[in-house]
């Protein structure tokens, strides 16, 4: 009874928020399908679409596309916009400009051209790029055009049927306190579109294209630590649909690889991602068509991008098999490499390293080997990007979180899969000049080090019943923590909902992370972007085939659990 009370007030709100879109004009099939949601009798669709206005997070917004105010539409994008600049003009006297790029998901280009006209009517200056373009670019061009603040259009490596909005600030990072807070007041008090400024002057929109493609690549080609112009390392190269097409054989090119083949069927920009599923190359399934091109082919390594470019997946091909490297892995690669190449004792600031807290504490001991420090910040690059501008007495070197997000030197401050696409192959190839694989590579670290078994278990919870749902696991482990955790007792349990005991982490946020008395870790977080709450294991012990499978067979039984419990 309680629960179909609660669903007729949502319908109620919803029929009313319709019925307001209804008055503002909406163009012929807007207005249409406005309509159809009123009279077509499917009420769990006209409350998902308008029971609340789409939630403008601490990074910009995500969601469906589609009519509605709990959607992504161009006048949802429009009302985001107007906060934004009444929150610049309130931050900078004047010569406010931003730079828009957008990738090659649904309507992207037009919410960015969208995007730009709404900051001309507010006689704000934008810089829009003529074409699609990576996300890591967007934050090189803020710096290099100093702009005030940066809007990419994208919804990263979700699938097909979202897109999104992230802000950046002047420092080429994503905003985050008290920038981000304060535009979310802004958006906030924009409760219908009469609060929008319409009055477009287009004089005030400025198409960029090669000039900051020129700039950007050869910023990455100074990266380079290696000679690869004798290289034989064969790459293929999937951008699974996106804007990796547009840069990363340029980069490759720059760091002197010139045998590069291209997954062709997935060259060209798709809104639909046809060959895949999902365009995310976390997901195995989405290398598959990369995976059998570097079979046919016989080449080294294949690399994926996502659709905004900034995640990279990797694939070798070596002694006939095929192994699939994580994002564990390859972020302690890029930091081991970079250690190994970098003369840290002639640098002029001290040298540091960078990564999340649900990523692989191998990347600490390897940076304390080399004398260097390592930070751990909270989940999402924006964190990494605020080190960064913080600690303008130090030097960052490199760093990564296990989502396939990478970055090295400082000149970009997102995770950048253009920079990540040629550092990897240039790793490879110095392993291939060596007579080795970044397998091989990645198993001298082990023995080193110690073996890590990093996993991560996500569980789909959709709508409003998943997003309760997901509130009710996270207090049942932040009130009724386990005793025990991948068969070891729990020692303790931190709550980064509160305040924790961690010099670069200084606001709170939903994750509770539980570590076991053998260092062993299971952390907790619903996902920012998609209705979903993620399970993160690690796991360590001497490097053996034996404790691999030990400590796989771990993971598996806690996974078991999680599923009777909490699916």
């Known amino acids: 009874m309680k629960t179909q009370s609660k669903k007729n007030e949502l319908l109620e709100l919803s029929i009313a928020e319709a019925n307001k879109w209804l008055s503002y004009g909406l163009k012929k099939e807007e207005e249409k399908e406005v309509n159809n949601?009123?009279?077509g009798g499917n009420e769990d669709h006209l409350i998902e679409s308008f029971h609340k206005k789409l939630e403008f997070g601490t990074g910009g917004m995500r969601g469906l596309i589609g009519i509605g105010s709990n959607r992504i539409n161009s006048y949802t994008i429009s009302l985001a916009t107007q906060g934004l600049c009444n929150y610049l003009k309130k931050t900078y006297e004047n010569n406010i400009s931003a730079v828009i790029a957008y990738d090659s998901r649904r309507f992207s280009k037009e919410f960015g051209n969208q995007t730009a006209k709404i900051f001309s009517a507010n006689n704000i200056k934008s810089h829009i790029f003529s074409d699609l373009r990576p996300t890591p670019e967007l934050s090189f061009a803020v710096r290099e055009l100093n702009c005030s603040c940066g809007i990419v259009i994208t919804a990263s490596h979700n699938p097909k049927e979202y897109n999104g909005y992230k802000v950046y600030w002047n420092d080429g990072g994503q905003i985050t306190s008290p920038h981000d807070?304060?535009?979310?007041?802004?958006?906030?008090?924009?409760?219908?579109?009469n609060q929008i400024n319409f009055n477009f002057n287009n004089d005030l929109i400025m198409e960029i294209d090669s000039e900051i493609d020129k700039k950007y690549i050869e910023k990455i080609q100074s990266l380079s630590l290696y000679d690869n112009s004798k290289s034989k390392l064969k790459i293929v190269f999937s951008s699974l649909h996106g804007t990796g097409i547009t840069q990363i054989p340029h980069a490759l090119k720059a760091f002197g690889f010139k045998n590069i083949i291209s997954v062709k069927s997935q060259e060209l920009p798709d809104p639909e991602f046809s060959t895949v599923h999902s365009p995310n190359p976390e997901d195995?399934?989405?290398?598959?068509?990369?995976?059998?091109?570097?079979?046919?082919?016989k080449g080294d390594i294949l690399i994926a991008t996502d659709p905004d470019s900034d995640r990279v997946g990797v694939a070798l091909y070596h002694n006939e098999e095929i192994k699939i490297l994580?994002?564990?892995?390859?972020?302690?690669?890029?930091?081991?490499?970079?250690l190994i190449n970098l003369k840290l004792n002639k640098m002029n600031k001290t040298p540091y390293v960078a990564k999340?807290?649900?990523?692989?504490?191998?990347?600490?001991?390897?940076?304390?080997?080399?004398?260097?420090?390592?930070?751990?910040?909270?989940?999402?690059?924006?964190?990494?990007?605020?080190?960064?501008?913080?600690?303008?007495?130090?030097?960052?070197?490199?760093?990564?979180e296990e989502s396939y997000g990478y970055l090295v030197d400082e000149f970009v401050r997102d995770k950048d899969?253009?920079?990540?696409?040629?550092?990897?192959c240039e790793i490879a190839n110095?392993?291939?000049?060596?007579?080795?694989?970044?397998?091989?590579?990645?198993?001298?670290?082990?023995?080193t080090y110690g073996l890590f078994i990093e996993k991560l278990y996500t569980i789909k919870m959709e709508g409003i019943n998943g997003t309760n749902k997901i509130n009710e696991i996270m207090e049942r482990f932040r009130t009724q923590p386990p005793q025990t955790i991948l068969g070891d007792k729990v020692k303790e349990v931190i709550d980064y909902n509160r305040k924790v005991k961690n010099p670069v982490i200084n606001v709170k946020s939903n994750v509770i992370q539980l570590i076991s008395e053998n260092n062993y870790s299971m952390t907790l977080r619903p996902s920012g972007t998609e209705p979903k709450i993620k399970f993160y294991f690690s796991l360590s012990d001497y490097n053996s085939e034996e404790n691999k499978k030990k400590l796989l067979n771990l993971i598996d039984k806690e996974v078991v659990k999680i599923k009777k419990n909490y699916e």
């Open 37 to 39: 949601l009123l009279i």
């Open 417 to 424: 899969a253009i920079i990540s696409c040629a550092f990897i």
């Open 181 to 193: 807070k304060n535009i979310i007041s802004e958006v906030e008090k924009i409760t219908d579109f």
């Open 356 to 400: 999340t807290i649900v990523t692989s504490r191998l990347i600490d001991l390897i940076a304390r080997d080399f004398g260097v420090k390592s930070y751990s910040t909270l989940t999402g690059f924006k964190y990494i990007a605020e080190l960064i501008k913080n600690k303008k007495n130090e030097k960052f070197i490199a760093g990564g």
């Open 284 to 297: 195995i399934d989405a290398l598959d068509l990369g995976i059998k091109k570097l079979k046919k082919e």
């Open 326 to 338: 994580n994002g564990n892995q390859l972020a302690t690669l890029i930091v081991y490499y970079s």
């Open 430 to 447: 110095w392993a291939k000049e060596n007579n080795k694989s970044l397998n091989d590579i990645m198993e001298e670290i082990y023995d």
